[in-house]
């Protein structure tokens, strides 16, 4: 049998660590590097202090450090080093020399 929904996420192993990913979304975000989710529930966009806010779907179920669909993205700009981890320094830098904001789905 296969594993329960979210499981294989939950045991992906990813190149950065998931207190990275909020800063990493802030990086994106901040260089317009990020095309962000569909809003599905205006109701909870101001939400941001709730401890189940997810940024990058812009509501709450779910901490951003735990969202695997944006953890996916991250991971696929870093193997396509339009983000590169630095390990020596603990920081990250993006390559900036994409032109359009990063779409996925």
Known sequence: M?????????????????EHV???????Q???????SEIRHPEEVEKTDDPSYCLYHRML???????YIFKVILQALIDVEVLK????????TANMTAT?????G
Not at 85 to 92: F, M, S
């Open 22 to 28: 909020i800063s990493l979304f802030k990086l994106l």
């Open 61 to 67: 179920g779910h901490p951003t450090k735990n969202c």
């Open 2 to 18: 296969g594993m329960p929904p979210g499981q294989a996420h939950a045991n992906k192993l990813y190149s950065f660590k998931d």
């Open 30 to 36: 901040k260089s317009n590097k990020l095309k962000l």
């Open 100 to 104: 359009s904001p990063i779409q996925f």
């Open 85 to 92: 981890l630095r390990p020596e320094k603990k920081k990250v």
